[in-house]
């Protein structure tokens, strides 16, 4: 072995050990934890706006679409327009849990708390049939409390529940009452002082922000974090670098979710929140990339878009164990569901598909991207569930516009057409390794 071979060797063994590292580190951990708990609201939320805005719209009118849209209107209340309120408690309760915390509940509650406290008691309003603001107190706004104050819900979360732990573990403040008294009265008056005491420091930071300043920590998160953060990471640059290192990641048998479901997910699944209420209110849609564009598109069959490596294996495969695992894999890749390929196939420690697997995906979501900027076709407003098969999905999550269809069908027929010349490569290399065995 050479000593070039060595140096590339050991660059690949101190990344995935720092990958692994990073897909396990706790707060992202609970983050995807968080995020998969509350996936089905979303997809509830992106159904109810789908029916709400497109559907009944397809045999109702007037007053009668008005009064069936109130249907879905009460869904997109209790799932977008919360965001923030459900996003808070889920990853205080995760992230005290993984953290090996004796109470997750009250973290959970402490984070929701922590929260409201931070979101300004005065606010201004516009009424109804009327054009001017008025300022009003004693309401929670959709505003602070939905799409907009999402991540300030995740930040919240993590802050918080960090301070309560640690103010929890000091042993001086624990009120112990006894073998005698029932477990959950006795953890609530061991976790009481530093309730008390969190409570009131951020409070103090509330207060100070909006007596002072003039502002509120969830408008201070939202404008110099989330923003700058989202339009890094969520432009068309930024997306399909972060996107093509997780799927590199899974050339090192490490789960591309490391990336893009503790950095890139959360950050896109705004970006579709926004675009579903904006869809939902009629307002003009605000955002091409999104959890719903990125997986569609750039993710057909799978991570890597392994689809088009089954089709190609199909058309050129020669050897009778990858045209096996392509027969066997197929129908749960028309799902998205492409484990058996990722180890079967494999994708896994292969070389000879790095660059189709990690250039077909970014190459669909360019394409994706470049038709919806031009107005080809429109923009993703449905979050739809990521086991729903291409052309389908593409259809769905722009609302029915069937020119995504005619966008996927292209990335699926290039995608084909890059896999070819590499699945002939791989076969080449299993017939070399056969002969010398």
């Not at 209790?78 to 915390?101: E, H, M, R, W």
């Not at 006894?178 to 006795?186: L, R, T």
């Not at 494999?346 to 360019?366: E, W």
């Not at 516009?401 to 995608?415: K, M, N, P, S, T």
Request: net charge neutral; glycine share 6%; aromatic share 10%.
């Amino acid at each position: 072995m050479n000593s070039s071979t060595i140096q590339n060797s050991k660059f690949v063994e101190k990344f995935t050990i720092i990958a692994a590292k990073l897909g396990n580190e706790i707060h992202l951990r609970s983050l995807r934890d968080a995020f998969s708990t509350l996936m089905p609201l979303y997809i509830l939320a992106g159904c109810a706006v789908l029916v709400n805005n497109t559907i009944f719209s397809w045999f109702l009118e007037g007053e009668t679409l008005k009064n069936a849209q109130y249907w879905g209107t009460l869904l997109t209340n209790a799932t977008l327009n919360i965001n923030a309120l459900l996003v808070a408690p889920v990853i205080g309760y995760f992230l005290s849990q993984n953290k090996g915390f004796h109470n997750p509940l009250a973290a959970s509650i402490i984070s929701l708390s922590s929260l409201i406290i931070m979101i300004p008691n005065f606010i201004e309003v516009t009424p109804l049939n009327s054009k001017e603001l008025i300022t009003v107190s004693g309401i929670l706004s959709f505003n602070e409390i939905g799409t907009q104050g999402m991540f300030a819900g995740v930040i919240m979360g993590l802050i918080a529940t960090e301070l309560f732990i640690w103010i929890s573990n000091l042993k001086k403040l624990q009120i112990n009452l006894g073998d005698n008294i029932p477990p959950a009265v006795s953890k609530s008056f061991n976790v009481l002082i530093p309730i008390i005491l969190l409570m009131s420091f951020l409070a103090l930071i509330s207060a100070i922000l909006f007596n002072v300043f003039n502002t509120n920590l969830i408008s201070l998160i939202t404008s110099l974090i989330q923003e700058p953060l989202r339009l890094i990471s969520t432009s068309l640059i930024g997306c399909i670098i972060l996107y093509s290192l997780g799927n590199f990641l899974w050339i090192l048998g490490i789960h591309q979710s490391v990336i893009y479901g503790s950095l890139l997910g959360p950050l896109l699944l705004i970006n579709i929140t926004q675009n579903m209420a904006a869809y939902a209110a009629n307002e003009p849609i605000p955002n091409i990339l999104t959890d719903s564009l990125v997986p569609n598109f750039g993710m057909m069959g799978g991570s890597g878009s392994t689809i088009c490596l089954l089709i190609a294996t199909f058309i050129v495969g020669r050897n009778i164990a990858t045209k096996s695992v392509s027969k066997m894999a197929f129908i749960p890749g028309i799902f998205n569901i492409n484990e058996p390929v990722i180890f079967g196939y494999p994708i896994v420690y292969n070389i000879s598909m790095l660059i189709p697997f990690i250039f077909v995906p970014a190459f669909g979501i360019f394409v994706a991207y470049m038709a919806t900027a031009i107005g080809f076709m429109d923009r993703t407003v449905v979050y739809v569930p990521w086991t729903t098969p291409p052309l389908l999905n593409g259809y769905l999550s722009t609302a029915g516009d069937w020119h995504a269809i005619i966008v996927q069908g292209f990335i699926l027929i290039v995608g084909v057409l890059v896999y070819i010349p590499f699945v002939k490569i791989n076969d080449n290399v299993l017939q070399q390794q056969n002969n010398l065995k």
